[in-house]
């Protein structure tokens, strides 16, 4: 009943005896599996009618507005970062929409970061999975803080992983502390407590800039600042993470930080750059 048809750029669609053309990646399923069981030989018709190419087609269409036809080129390089990389499918295809429309990246500068941003958690002893699937999962948070393509939030993410915390929390934190006046009640709280004289001015410009990694830097010295000064209970603990727009359990882990943010190497620009030229 269905006749495959190549165009001349090489895609195919399906046309029917009557004359009708269809796209294969609007077939339903089950369909498709009748097709596959029937044509074979066809590399590129059949990447088309593979489930796992549909996720990410119809994921970058729908979610994020990329051409049905832009998605279907770059589909095979999308499911190839996913396995290099240790995410799934979806979270692949999430991750490069994510970059491409928030960042404004080309779809080949967002493989790129994905794969980069792997190779920079690696390096800072960070599992990659667990902060790409983080960057998957926080489309609003990128959005608010993203800049320079997105490479501010791939560092961010590792930095967050590094201290045991997750991106969406760091992004959070940072939020909490531009509300300014819920903010500067809590401040002015813990320094009535704990006599101290802190103050989240440098900690406010960073979350504004959207250098999400200075202000993990400068939450860490401020946690210690406060931890001094605090009493051992749970309390003065929970007066000391408010102050600082975080939970009890992140203010110990900023204060049990060995600085390992300032340990990050190779800054992920150079990790780009390098992909790029290879």
Same mark, same amino acid.
């Given at each position: 009943?269905?006749? #495959?048809?190549?165009?001349?750029?090489?895609?195919?669609?399906?046309?029917?005896?009557?004359?009708?053309?269809?796209?294969?990646?609007?077939?339903?399923?089950?369909?498709?599996?009748?097709?596959?069981?029937?044509?074979?030989?066809?590399?590129? %018709?059949?990447?088309?009618?593979?489930?796992?190419?549909?996720?990410?087609?119809?994921?970058?269409?729908?979610?994020?507005?990329?051409?049905?036809?832009?998605?279907?080129?770059?589909?095979?390089?999308?499911?190839?970062?996913?396995?290099?990389?240790?995410?799934?499918?979806? &979270?692949?295809?999430?991750?490069?929409?994510? %970059?491409?429309?928030? @960042?404004?990246?080309?779809?080949?500068?967002?493989?790129?970061?994905?794969?980069?941003?792997?190779?920079?958690? !690696?390096?800072?002893? #960070?599992?990659?999975?667990?902060?790409?699937?983080?960057?998957?999962?926080?489309?609003?948070?990128?959005?608010?803080?993203?800049?320079?393509?997105?490479?501010?939030?791939?560092?961010?993410?590792v930095a967050a992983r590094q201290l045991?915390?997750? %991106?969406?929390?760091?992004?959070?934190?940072?939020?909490?502390?531009?509300?300014? &006046?819920?903010?500067?009640?809590?401040?002015?709280?813990?320094?009535?407590?704990?006599?101290?004289?802190?103050?989240?001015?440098?900690?406010?410009?960073?979350?504004?800039?959207? /250098?999400l990694v200075g202000f993990q830097k400068?939450?860490?010295?401020?946690?210690?600042?406060?931890?001094?000064?605090?009493?051992?209970?749970?309390?003065? !603990?929970?007066?000391?993470?408010?102050?600082? @727009?975080?939970?009890?359990? &992140?203010f110990q882990k900023l204060v049990n930080?060995?600085?390992?943010?300032?340990?990050? !190497? /190779?800054?992920?620009?150079?990790?780009?750059?390098? !992909?790029?030229?290879?």
């Open positions: 009943e269905w006749v #495959v048809q190549k165009k001349p750029k090489g895609k195919h669609v399906l046309v029917k005896k009557s004359g009708k053309s269809v796209d294969p990646v609007s077939l339903p399923s089950k369909v498709k599996k009748s097709l596959k069981e029937s044509i074979k030989g066809d590399a590129v %018709f059949d990447a088309y009618l593979e489930d796992d190419v549909l996720t990410v087609v119809t994921g970058l269409s729908s979610e994020f507005g990329i051409s049905v036809d832009k998605a279907a080129d770059i589909s095979n390089q999308v499911l190839d970062t996913a396995k290099a990389v240790g995410v799934s499918v979806d &979270e692949a295809t999430k991750l490069v929409g994510v %970059f491409v429309k928030i @960042g404004g990246l080309t779809a080949e500068e967002a493989l790129n970061l994905t794969e980069a941003t792997a190779q920079l958690a !690696r390096q800072n002893g #960070v599992a990659p999975v667990a902060a790409l699937q983080d960057i998957a999962a926080s489309a609003e948070d990128v959005a608010a803080f993203t800049k320079d393509g997105g490479k501010n939030i791939a560092e961010a993410a045991g915390r997750d %991106f969406g929390s760091v992004a959070q934190s940072a939020r909490g502390v531009l509300n300014l &006046e819920e903010s500067i009640q809590k401040v002015a709280e813990a320094n009535a407590v704990f006599g101290t004289d802190i103050n989240l001015n440098k900690l406010r410009e960073l979350s504004f800039s959207g /250098d400068e939450q860490i010295r401020l946690a210690k600042q406060l931890s001094r000064a605090a009493g051992d209970d749970v309390i003065s !603990r929970e007066i000391a993470a408010e102050a600082l @727009g975080v939970t009890v359990a &992140e930080s060995n600085d390992a943010l300032a340990k990050q !190497r /190779d800054p992920l620009r150079d990790l780009i750059g390098n !992909r790029a030229q290879g």
